[in-house]
């Protein structure tokens, strides 16, 4: 497994576009949160919080995560090359855990850099310190949790399909409909103990209440759940495609 994931990430490390990528992504981040472009400068917006960061990230990662992630099996599968990577002393989990770990490492560090925000925010405040620290935790928690399941997700996509452009836009599909989708369909229900059920299958329910700093096993088992979901599921397509 640590060759697939020493692998995946030299190609990644070799390809200029995959360090653009990142450097992209930390450039719109900057930009609409440090300027007055989308009037969501959170410099001047009179409260000492990361909100409109922690509001933005999954929308963000919901459409960057599945572009790092789409040629994960596509493009083993297109160049028919899967077979000899099986033909290695290697499972066909392992190998779907090498992948995984390899982009998903790769989304970490995409975030390490964004530290800096809440640091900026520490210390330029009316007061040094005014911040909730519990919350800030509590939402890269939840925002590392959530990429991990998005991961899995497009991993699975990836999986499915020779073209990535195909994988691209169902991981965007699937992942929006698990984040997004539960919880916009259980506001059209008017009981209400249906509505929350609807509700916490998706992943939105579990990602607002761990932004608010409140850190629960019940949150992180669920989505540790997800990921392993579709890490089994991407494991059983390609063993059926062997």
Do not use: W
């Amino acid at each position: 497994m640590i060759p697939i994931i020493k692998k995946e990430l030299l190609l990644f490390t070799k390809n200029k576009l995959g360090i653009l990528t990142i450097c992209i992504l930390l450039f719109i981040y900057g930009l609409i949160l440090f300027s007055n472009l989308f009037n969501l400068n959170i410099l001047e917006s009179g409260y000492a919080n990361l909100d409109t960061f922690f509001k933005l990230s999954p929308i963000i990662f919901l459409l960057y995560i599945p572009a790092i992630s789409m040629g994960s099996f596509s493009e083993e599968l297109k160049n028919e090359t899967i077979d000899i990577l099986l033909s290695k002393p290697l499972s066909t989990l392992k190998l779907v855990l090498g992948k995984f770990f390899a982009v998903y490492f790769l989304i970490i560090i995409s975030i390490i850099p964004t530290v800096i925000y809440p640091i900026t925010i520490y210390f330029l405040g009316e007061e040094v310190g005014n911040l909730d620290l519990g919350a800030i935790i509590g939402s890269y928690l939840g925002l590392l949790l959530l990429c991990s399941a998005i991961v899995s997700i497009s991993i699975f996509c990836s999986s499915m399909t020779s073209n990535q452009l195909n994988a691209y836009i169902f991981s965007v599909l699937l992942s929006l409909i698990s984040f997004y989708g539960f919880d916009l369909f259980s506001q059209l229900i008017e009981n209400g103990s249906i509505s929350l059920i609807i509700q916490k299958i998706g992943m939105f329910h579990y990602y607002e209440l761990l932004s608010k700093g409140l850190i629960s096993l019940r949150d992180i088992v669920y989505f540790i759940s997800i990921t392993y979901l579709f890490i089994l599921s991407s494991e059983n397509i390609i063993s059926k495609k062997l």
